[in-house]
């Protein structure tokens, strides 16, 4: 009984989507094989492996080029997003029980991974710890990224005040208590009941959307091509105009550097 007054709640239905979604296959993006991956291409190897044991910001690593990599990251989500909602609205109304909720996941699934990406691009440390719980400063993280991305200004100014928190004390790792109990938290409980509200009204617009089979699918996937791109774009946008994600003052690319010189170099962390 409880529980399903707790899930009529708006901030406990999102925290619910959240939870889900993280434990979809994929959603999880290890931040190490993220970054070698993408700045391959841009960036040298010592670059690449500076930028995983500190930050890319740490590393030197220009604005553009991260800008670069992280539009080809959301290009790429929103293509395997809007291909998956295409599909699921294929089958029509006699379909939707089963294929809403799965849409409604996967597609908060990917803004999950984009915003990983994101976050990681722009020096942000590893979310997920490498136990599998879903722990709560990482749950308050993410809702404030999706906050973003609905375009939530109180949820801009709050990864503002993380962002500045880790500047200031060069943390590796998010702030705790500024996320589970500080002055950060209640804006993370408004923003997860707003996120709530909202995620119900597209859940709805999709369900109409796929009542029409080919036709739903079509209109599906346009209109999560139409939502998770401007998302996207929003939280790359904030993320990339922090402090947090400019490059470190005095370094040199390609200079090679011994990171346990670095001021910012975590002795107690692990490669």
Not at 5 to 17: W, Y
Request: hydrophobic share 45%; aromatic share 6%.
């Amino acid at each position: 009984m409880s529980t399903s007054k707790d899930l009529g709640n708006p901030e406990s239905r999102f925290s619910a989507i959240l939870g889900s979604a993280t434990r979809l296959p994929g959603v999880r993006i290890d931040r190490a094989s993220y970054l070698r991956r993408a700045l391959a291409r841009h960036c040298t190897e010592v670059e690449v492996e500076r930028a995983i044991e500190l930050s890319p910001a740490a590393a030197g690593i220009p604005l553009e080029v991260l800008d670069r990599v992280a539009n080809e990251s959301i290009t790429y989500e929103t293509a395997k997003v809007s291909a998956f909602s295409a599909a699921a609205g294929m089958p029509g109304i006699l379909a939707l029980p089963a294929t809403v909720p799965a849409d409604l996941a996967q597609y908060t699934g990917h803004v999950l991974r984009v915003a990983q990406k994101l976050a990681y691009l722009y020096s942000w440390p590893d979310l997920f710890s490498e136990d599998a719980g879903l722990d709560d400063a990482t749950r308050s993280v993410l809702t404030l990224f999706v906050g973003v991305m609905f375009g939530t200004q109180s949820a801009n100014t709050a990864v503002g005040k993380v962002a500045t928190m880790m500047s200031r004390e060069v943390a590796r790792k998010l702030p705790q208590k500024a996320l589970t109990q500080g002055v950060v938290y209640p804006v993370v409980k408004k923003v997860a009941a707003y996120l709530g509200v909202q995620m119900t009204k597209q859940t709805f617009a999709k369900s109409v959307s796929k009542a029409i089979p080919v036709v739903g699918a079509v209109v599906s996937g346009g209109l999560t091509l139409a939502t998770f791109r401007p998302m996207a774009k929003r939280l790359k946008k904030h993320l990339s105009g922090l402090d947090l994600a400019k490059p470190a003052p005095g370094v040199v690319i390609g200079e090679v550097v011994d990171v346990h010189d670095s001021p910012i170099h975590d002795p107690g962390r692990t490669a």
